[in-house]
């Protein structure tokens, strides 16, 4: 994981992600890079747009829910609300486990 958090730090700081800036980091850091992980990492985000990922990423923001909104409703409507809920957010944890492959 420190070497993602290297690398986005060096996105950060408008740094090229090069093997040399990426080994610089992790060193400052107190890690011993592993040359294999750096070059492993650099070949993934070759030609990837690391602000678009980053935003296709970023967790919604949760609505707030309506405590009293409809004492009324009836359990079948309520259920189905909570499988549509539980649909969305399969849908977004198979989008976070994509983009989790690209950082290795």
């Known amino acids: ?57 970023a967790m919604p923001v949760a609505a707030p829910v309506a405590v009293a909104a409809a004492p009324a409703e009836a359990p079948a409507e309520a259920a189905q609300e909570e499988e549509e809920e539980e649909e969305e957010e399969e849908k977004e944890e198979e989008a976070l486990a994509g983009l989790g492959a690209l950082f290795g």
């Open 1 to 57: 994981m420190e070497y993602v958090y290297a690398a986005l730090l060096l996105h950060a700081a408008g740094k090229e992600i090069n093997e040399e800036n990426l080994k610089a980091v992790l060193e400052a850091a107190g890690i011993t890079p592993d040359e294999a992980r750096i070059k492993a990492l650099v070949a993934a985000l070759e030609g990837v747009n690391i602000d678009e990922v980053i935003e296709k990423a």
